[in-house]
Each structure stands twice: as C-alpha cells, then as structure tokens.
C-alpha cells in the first residue's frame, strides 16, 4: 500500500487511541481484501450477525492493546 | 463517534475495571454496527447461544487485561 | 452488577489464581446473559461439545495470564 | 475443585514448562465439565478433528505464554 | 524453509512494522500449507467470506503485538 | 512424553524464533493427537481449508509472540 495511513500510534486520549485500534482492525481486513466493492458487499455478513460482531471487537481489543500499551495507558 | 465514552482506563477498584472492560466490548460492538435497532435485534442471537456466550466473554477477558495493566493490577 | 464480587486479583497460590480466572470467565457469561434460567439451560451445549470446551479453556488461559501477572506469578 | 494439582508455575526446562501449559489447558476443560464420563466422550470429537486440535493447540499456546513469563523465559 | 524472509523485527515506521505483522501471518499461512497453487485456490474463499477476513485481520493483530513490542511502539 | 524436543525459546535469529513458533504450535497438536496415523489423515483437512491455515497462522502468531520475547526482539 502505497498511501501513508499510519505514522504514530501515540494518541491523546484513550477514546482516540480506541478509534486507531477500529482503524487498525480494519486495514488488516483492506489488506487482505484490497477491493472496495467486494469489502462492500461484505460488510452486511458481518455487521448483521451476531459472531461476526463479537469477532470485530474482538480484533479492535487486541488493537487496542498495542495502543494502550503504546501510549502507557495514557496515564503521564 | 462524537460522543465521549471514554476518558480514562483507571478506575477505583478491579470490579470497576471488569464493568470497563464489558464496556470497551460492547463499543466495539457498537462501532461495527451503529444501529441500535439491528443491534437489538441480534441480541438474542449471542445472548442465547452458547457459543456466542462464551466468545463475548473472550473479548471481556482482552478487555481486562488491558484495564489491569493499566491499573496496575490495582496492587498501589 | 450491583453485588460485589470482586475486590482483589491477588491470590494465596497458582491454583486458586486460576480458580480466580475461572470465576471471572464465567462472570464475562453472566454480565452478557444475566437470567439465571437461560444460562442454566445452555450449559449441556458446551458442556457436552467438544468445541465448547476449548472455547471455554481458552477464556479461562487468557483471564488466567491477568491474574497471575496481577501476582507475579507468585514468586515474591 | 479440593484436589490441589497447582503448587507452582515454575519448571525445570521449557519443556516442562510446556507440559504444565498443556496440564493447564485440560484444567479449563475439566473444571467446565466435571464428568470425567462426558469428557472421555467428547475427547475423539476433537482429537480426529482438525479445528479442534489447532484449537487446543491455541489453548496451550496460551498458557505458555504465562508459564514461559513465570520462568523469565529460563533465561536465568 | 532455505529462503531468509526475516532478518529483523525493527521497522522504520509503524506502519511499515505493520506490514510486516501481514507478512509474518501469510508465512504462518506458507509454512502450513507450501504449495502456490493450493493457496492461490483457497485465497478467494477467504478474501470473499466476512469471518474469514476478520480472523486474518486477528492474526496481523497479534502479530503485530510482536512488531509493536519490538520497536518499542516507535517511541524511541 | 519422554522424548526431548525442547530445551531452549533462544534463537539465532527472527527466523530461527519463528521456525520454532511453528514447531511449538505442531508439538500442542502432537500432544493432544498423539497418533501419527491420525494426525497424517487430517492433515489435509485443514492445509486445504482457508479457515484451518488462518487458525494455525494464528497459533504460530501467539508462539512468536513468547519466542521473541524470550529473545528480546532479537535487539541485544
């Protein structure tokens, strides 16, 4: 990928630090599936079942672990 | 999200941290699908499945670990 | 939740840490389905499936790592 | 559970360190499904089925980690 | 596998450091399976189904844990 | 099992430490499938199922993770 989309993980608060791991989660997902239409087509399988809901959380919390963790729980 | 959910991962005692942590799942939840009614709608999906019962309870368990760590495991 | 259920992550020895990461994996099921009744119905689906199982002993590991980190590892 | 089967995370080499994980992981299973009948049932179910075995093996890998931390990684 | 594919941990850039938490996890995926063709023919199946887009997205998340941990969050 | 197969998490290099995630993560299916017979007839199974290579890449990912740690990224 040639576009600049991630250039620090430090962020000032922990809802924005929160917001970068949705960010993160998602770009795994672009990645591995660069086209748009077909992400589109997607999205509906997942955002309207239950499991696929549950799994997306669960990938933004492992982000957001690395964020955390990046940003000292934000608490300096 | 405009709104502001989320200021800080302190909180006073480590029960706090474990209702933190079901927050933090359910927002990823959240973030994935922001309508309150399909949400609703899939909510006995997982809430009475066994499967999906124990997988919420895997992103709580992410969750945690990092309101602990950022707590300090509530031990100063 | 307004019953108090958890004060501490400190434990007297390994085992009742992992009793510890047991009670709060079971917790994360309870916070996500509160009726007594429903939880007592889905039980034998996981109970008796092997899937559900692993699934199960995967939570308990992973809040298993917070508590004994919380403690280190029991070695002070 | 009044056996005590836990005393200590601490082992010799890593790979006793690796057999107290996979102990750890059949702890999780034991403890969700007392019945060693029910358990003695289901263990084909998983053991001659792909997924389950990589599961299992996910579980364990998780455990590691705890166990490897526990033992500064037998670097001492 | 003769080939030398990993030399270092160490990324100029959080989002280079990303982009190799992908690579990590599509070799995870080559030394499983090594033939070209067999994954060439599985990627669809993955790349167009919703759960098998989010576990990849999971994978590069804890590998880039790793990445992360490595570089010390590219704070230095 | 009176075989020894593991005596140190320190490799040479990333690679190395990766190598031996993949080798951790075979040994969990070894030890729950102890049967070599069983374990060559589901191979297939999930070397030729986008869900099973994803999971396994995953389990490599949570053994990288002690291996690197145990070699301090490889920085010293």
Do not use: C, H
């Amino acid at each position: 990928m040639s576009e600049q989309w991630l250039t620090s993980l430090i962020t000032d608060t922990p809802q924005e630090g929160y917001e970068l791991a949705i960010k993160l989660s998602r770009m795994g997902v672009k990645y591995t599936q660069p086209s748009d239409e077909i992400r589109a087509k997607l999205r509906p399988e997942y955002g309207e079942d239950a499991n696929g809901l549950i799994a997306s959380s669960q990938v933004i919390a492992i982000n957001f672990q690395t964020v955390s963790a990046a940003n000292n729980y934000w608490k300096d």
